[in-house]
Nanobody
Framework: QVQLVESGGGLVQPGGSLRLSCAAS????????LGWNRQAPGKQRELVAT???????NYRESVKGRFTISRDNAKNTVYLQMNSLQPEDTAVYYC??????WGQGTQVTVSS
């Protein structure tokens, strides 16, 4: 079993930045494809970004050029740097490992 704990969410103005972190324990972190998903109120959960074991990344179109996913296998942590945030980025953000293990989520609110 892998336990995931997200942090770094909060309230930010449009155009601002946040960095989400997700710390893992209980498994061999480096083996997994890691991802960030989000769910806005009244909407379906959607995949935001993924990073493979060797560091290859993939992003949904709406966040390309603004968000960056990275991982530190030595620290068992995955990050999501979010820049130029917009109100439509408001959601609960979840990290995943192998699309099997999920964290509890962290709220990101973009509002003036």
């Amino acid at each position: 079993q892998v336990q995931l704990v997200e942090s770094g969410g909060g309230l930010v103005q449009p155009g601002g930045s946040l960095r989400l972190s997700c710390a893992a324990s209980g498994g061999i972190f480096s083996l997994y494809i890691l991802g960030w998903n989000r769910q806005a109120p009244g909407k379906q959960r959607e995949l935001v970004a993924t990073i493979t074991r060797d560091g290859s990344t993939n992003y949904r179109e709406s966040v390309k050029g603004r968000f960056t996913i990275s991982r530190d296998n030595a620290k068992n942590t995955v990050y999501l740097q979010m820049n130029s945030l917009q109100p439509e980025d408001t959601a609960v953000y979840y990290c995943t490992a192998g699309n099997t293990f999920w964290g509890q989520g962290t709220q990101v609110t973009v509002s003036s």
